[in-house]
């Protein structure tokens, strides 16, 4: 289990490798307005189906344990990026020509290539100087649906006054080599006003109001590198994501199956930042014909922001197995979120 879970938090993280072929951090050779662009537009697609995905998996049923009762569930929601998500827009870019879009994060495995023409110091004097590079493709193929996962192991007991707290955990652990880390914390509390409504408590309705909000942070390091067009060390990423969400749920409650739903709101936010040294190597023309090279110490991007929200509205159902569960939704949401999962419950 915690291998998949790994795997999982680390999709979109590994791009970053230099040993990729995708050789994301080449997108600093831009001017750093420029990179930022282009990396904000090729991620946004990711961001987004994480905060989404964060959100989604925090309930199977509106009713609440008894005091001290629990479940331990373990879930994967989906949120599926849109197609008009899965390309961006380069117009607007003053370093950058080549093309007019590229794939996103979400696009198809296809790179673009693109000339980065820049007016650099050499040797003392203004010079224009230039260089290739290729927009990664994007990871459609890798992501089943076209959806970003994003997993959950939550634990969940009942409190008095008819509350329930939920907590999800996964310890800061690595990911692959280079130093790379993630790490993931989530809690929540869900509230049956049932009572409220009277004799609605004497039949197998019931009806909640859930809060909850939760925080991953992914390290991932990019392996030095000493030659090609961008050179890199001790260069990583560090992703910080934080979702919450309000809800109000309802489920009719039977014996073998029951069927749950909730309307609420959703949202978030993500940074990105980009730490180490990174040296491009660009080209110029010398006198009398010919070319001659130059480095430069490119300027990593100020933390990049992405933000996520939006009304939700949710369907789904749980088929129980004595203590054991089965269940799963469906949200509907600027990214439509599936989820799945599995419980073992004594309430």
């Known amino acids: 289990m915690k291998k998949s879970i790994l795997i999982l938090l680390g999709v979109f993280t590994l791009t970053f490798s230099a040993k990729a072929q995708d050789n994301i951090e080449a997108l600093l050779l831009a001017s750093p307005n420029d990179a930022t662009k282009l990396i904000q537009g090729y991620f946004n697609p990711a961001m987004k189906g994480f905060i989404y995905s964060m959100n989604s998996g ?70 224009q100087v230039s260089a290739n590079f290729s927009m990664p493709g994007g990871k459609s193929s890798s992501l089943p649906l076209n959806a970003v996962p994003a997993p959950a192991v939550q634990f969940n007991i009942g409190l008095p006054f008819k509350t329930e707290a939920m907590v999800r955990y996964f310890p800061e652990t690595s990911i692959g080599g280079d130093n790379s880390k993630a790490k993931m914390y989530g809690i929540g509390i869900k509230k049956e006003i049932t009572s409220w ?89 010398i006198p009398g014909g010919g070319t001659a090279t130059t480095t430069e110490n490119l300027t990593t991007p100020n933390d990049m922001k992405f933000d996520a929200s939006g009304i939700k509205t949710t369907i789904g159902a749980r088929i129980s197995l004595l203590f054991f569960k089965i269940y799963a939704d469906y949200t509907l949401q600027e990214y439509n979120t599936l989820n799945l999962g599995v419980a073992f419950s004594i309430r």
Not at 86 to 97: H, N, R, Y
Not at 110 to 123: D, E, F, G, I
Request: neutral net charge.
């Open 58 to 127: 925090w309930y199977h049923t509106a009713k609440v344990h008894k005091v001290l009762g629990f479940d331990l569930q373990i879930g994967l929601s989906a949120s599926m990026v849109p197609s008009e998500d899965e390309i961006f827009s380069l117009a607007g870019l003053t370093s950058v020509s080549g093309a007019s879009s590229a794939p996103t994060f979400a696009g198809k495995d296809v790179k673009t290539p693109l000339v980065v023409t820049r007016t650099l110091s050499v040797n003392g004097q203004s010079t």
């Open 197 to 285: 409504f009277g004799p609605l408590d004497k039949l197998p309705l019931h009806v909640s109001l859930l809060g909850a909000y939760t925080s991953m942070d992914v390290n991932y390091g990019i392996a030095n590198v000493t030659t090609g067009p961008i050179q890199t060390n001790g260069a990583g990423a560090e992703f910080s994501l934080k979702a919450y969400t309000v809800q109000a749920i309802a489920s009719l409650n039977f014996p073998f199956i029951n069927v749950y739903g909730g309307i609420g709101y959703s949202g978030g936010t993500s940074t990105l930042k980009m730490n180490g040294t990174y040296t491009g190597v660009y080209s110029y023309a």
